[in-house]
């Protein structure tokens, strides 16, 4: 299949054209006319810098929550818990209260860093395509066509972050601000488009 309006070879299932962004399916994007009286093309819309920070922020919330909910049972079932409060720290504050701490600390960043990867790559490869940030704020991950993306290469989207954070000044992230598809690094890494699509 070919686009229709620029001729360019369409990729199975594509929801709009990767070349010029003429959108085939309602499902891609919303279609904003900027001038009523000239016909308007449905054109694919990108979601921009500041709604995906400000859904970055509401995730930001909904995951230390989730390490709270979920990392405080772990800590009390794995006996650390009860290890602590046998601690005294005024009179045997040993190099076993040292471990302890570390163990506290190791397993709350295990905990994170499996939650906050879990959190995207199960909600982003869902019918929702989006984490709660996102879904609330009506932008979904696609693959570069605008199609749901699996968990693998949202998993991939997810650990490309890392990347996009070795990059100075925030520019990794910034870029979604400023590249042609609005693709912050971790998303051209991944090859993942985020679109605005009011719900
Ligand atoms: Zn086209």
Same mark, same amino acid.
């Given at each position: ?11 199975? =299932? ?30 694919? $819309? ?19 929550? =989730?390490?709270?909910?979920?990392? %405080?049972?772990? /800590?009390?079932?794995? =006996? ?5 409060? $046998? %601690? #005294?720290? $005024? ?58 993306? =699996? ?6 989207? #997810? /650990? ?10 925030? %520019?990794?992230? %910034?870029?979604?601000?400023?590249? $042609? ?14 679109? #605005?699509?009011?719900?």
């Amino acid at each position: 299949m070919y686009c229709s309006k620029c001729g360019a070879l369409l990729a199975d =299932g594509a929801m709009f054209c990767a070349a010029c962004g003429l959108a085939f399916s309602t499902a891609a994007a919303i279609v904003r006319p900027m001038n009523a009286q000239v016909a308007t093309v449905p054109r694919v $819309e990108y979601g921009g810098f500041w709604l995906r920070f400000l859904a970055y922020l509401i995730d930001s919330v909904v995951i230390v929550l =989730g390490v709270c909910v979920l990392a %405080i049972p772990l /800590f009390f079932l794995t =006996g650390l818990g009860a290890f602590l409060s $046998e %601690i #005294h720290p $005024e009179e045997d504050w040993n190099e076993n209260g040292v471990w302890v701490l570390i163990a506290v600390f190791f397993l709350f960043a295990a905990a994170s860093l499996v939650i906050t990867w879990l959190y995207h790559a199960l909600m982003e490869s869902s019918e929702w395509q989006a984490t709660v940030g996102k879904k609330a704020l009506g932008l979904v991950v696609t693959d570069m066509e605008g199609r749901r993306v =699996g968990f693998w290469r949202a998993t991939g989207r #997810h /650990f490309a972050k890392i990347v996009t954070n070795m990059v100075p000044a925030f %520019i990794g992230f %910034i870029m979604a601000g400023f590249t $042609e598809k609005k693709q912050a690094l971790h998303d051209m890494i991944a090859g993942c488009l985020i679109l #605005h699509r009011e719900s």
